[in-house]
């Protein structure tokens, strides 16, 4: 079954983001992004400027065939057809269909509560299909 977690009061979520996609690639996964096209548009220029020192190998999934293969991070508005199934990482407002297809599963929620309310939805839809969540509250972590 999917593990889900639930990464709470991230106070610059793209930010955190990068910082896990990082860690992530760094560890040797393959993770697929998910969110609205200005979000991850946001999130590709973020990726390359974040750090002077790291690079998170990454591509939008409408990139070539070769590329896609070939990155660890893929960047997508619908995970309908992307290759990786390893890690989902979810920046939009809804729990991505078909998510149950990935080993695991990240919701990011920043700190307003418009974000708040909408990880409640998407918590409770998870609980009601039977997944267990795991709790991260990022209050008190500031890098990684």
Not at 20 to 42: F, H, I, N, Q, W
Not at 62 to 86: G, K, M, Y
Not at 115 to 140: E, N, S, V
Request: glycine share 4%; with cysteine.
């Amino acid at each position: 079954m999917t593990e889900v977690a639930f990464h709470f009061n991230a106070p610059d979520s793209l930010a955190y983001a990068c910082r896990l996609l990082r860690k992530a690639v760094g560890s040797g996964a393959k993770v697929v992004v998910t969110g609205p096209p200005d979000t991850l548009r946001e999130l590709d220029a973020l990726l390359w400027t974040f750090s002077a020192t790291d690079f998170v190998p990454h591509c939008l999934a409408d990139s070539e065939a070769h590329v896609v293969a070939a990155s660890p991070v893929i960047l997508a508005t619908s995970i309908a057809s992307t290759a990786h199934q390893q890690v989902l990482l979810n920046l939009g407002r809804l729990v991505p269909e078909g998510f149950d297809r990935f080993e695991r599963v990240i919701e990011l929620v920043g700190q307003d509560e418009q974000q708040r309310q909408l990880a409640r939805a998407r918590w409770k839809q998870y609980t009601d299909r039977g997944y267990a969540i795991t709790r991260h509250d990022l209050t008190l972590k500031t890098s990684d």
